[in-house]
């Protein structure tokens, strides 16, 4: 499942950054002890290096940005022109350009939406009222104005919700769909856009210049990059891909009385920290990003489709909640059911991971 130790480049830094705080235990940290089962007066790694940071906060968000930027000019100039390069060549070298360009794009998109988008919303980039219209702002750069004010106010419900009857991570539609016909809702979650109709009912107050702001962005780059609607398209089927396979290992698995398992996931800027990112969602992505390097992961990114296709108790935390009776998943007052019966009825250990 997952790696025995960290990476040896992993395990020098760590000796590295052990100097500077030799009470540090690389095995509890690796075990994430420190975090789940802390002994009296242990920090955690995550805490020291948010302290380390502190002072350099305003270069962490200008490095931040940078990398934004950079990715932006990647994807939206440089993506669509190596796609015309290889198509005119032709054959083998055009279907190449057309298959991958697009794939990696969607999740170097997937990764600045991360690094940004998110970190705006838990206003961990400038860690003031502006951080609300960076997030905008990027959102419009990463052509998905649509999501502007609506991704910030959606995921704060679930973080205030998560696995509770008002997650809106889980829907009552998404959780029958899921339950009578799993080839569907695989279908539904992998169609952009529209794979959000379950939540148009949701009331989200919308700041009508902030939304402005992500459209008018979005159309000053399309002047600016014009990539051919079809790429545009096909990015956004990868970045919707991305995203689907996160939702499938970050609340997923069997009730073990977690919040969100620990992963792995490329390019993408320590999401994978997700429990922690739950507990504590002021810590920035960068420190999430460095700390995941030597933390044991329950899951990666590429279990998610595969176990949700093969397993019939993959499924979201919030099914597996003592409160949660089956379809009807918005009653919050389902009959009591211990998750030890429900994980004993259905004949599995009772682990999120392998
Ligand atoms: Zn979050």
Redesign the pocket.
Known sequence: MSAEAPSRAAQRLFRWYQRRHPALDAERVWARLDLESPAPGELTLEARLVADLAPHRAALAAAMLLIFGLGVSLVWGLGPRLVAALSARGGFAAATGWALVPFFAGFVVHGLFILVV?EA??HNILQNRFDRSLGNIALGLLFLPFLAERYQHT?RV??RWVNTAHDNNWTAFRDKLSQRARVLYVVYELIPILNNVDRLAERVPVRRLQAALAWGVALCAALLFRPPVTYWLLVLFWLNFVNANRLWVEHFGHYRGALANTYSAPLSFGIGHHAL??RD?RVPALVLMVGLWFRRKDLSLRHGLYRLLRRRDWAHFRTQQPDFAPSTAEASAGPARPPETRAAARGRDSTGGA
């Open positions: 998110h919303t838990h995921h679930h973080h990112h739950h969602p």
